[in-house]
């Protein structure tokens, strides 16, 4: 077996995820979040109001994790958390206003990554053509392996205006 093309994967989409995760990091950051934090409040963003059990599914992460984050959220007074009135065991989140706020404020920024990845596709229509069958195998590859939901739902939700969401 050739193991070439799986080490090239292994360590180019590590690599690339390093650029986006430190970057992410510092920005979270300077708002008084944890990477963990921001990426719940944006799923609550886009969605107003979410189960638990339907955000850990959307976040990719455990329910355990959710809970733990979200307790940490509450006590910044960036969520509120409710129980549905008809089956106490089902609880709901919703952003406060001051959760939005962070939210609103942290895509004001721009990533060096993804302007690299503008710069690239400006470049020429080449470029512009191979980001989007790029971009189409990413959906292929998350819907296989996360579902035609999750897919539906990042497609959904990232043609929504973060600004006014």
Known sequence: MDYTNIHKLINYLRATYKILDEEWKKSVQALGLTQAEHHLLSIVYYEKIISMSKLAQLGLIDISTVMQVTKRLTQKGLISIEKDERDLRVSYVKLTELGAEKVRTSYEGTLKLQAYI???????????????????????????????????????????????A
């Not at 229509?125 to 939901?149: I, S, T």
């Open 118 to 164: 503008d710069q690239f596709i400006a470049n020429s229509e080449e470029n512009k053509k191979f980001m989007e069958q790029l971009a189409d195998f990413q959906q292929e590859l998350n819907q296989h392996f996360h579902g035609r939901e999750f897919v539906e739902w990042v497609e959904k939700s990232s043609k929504r205006d973060t600004h006014g």
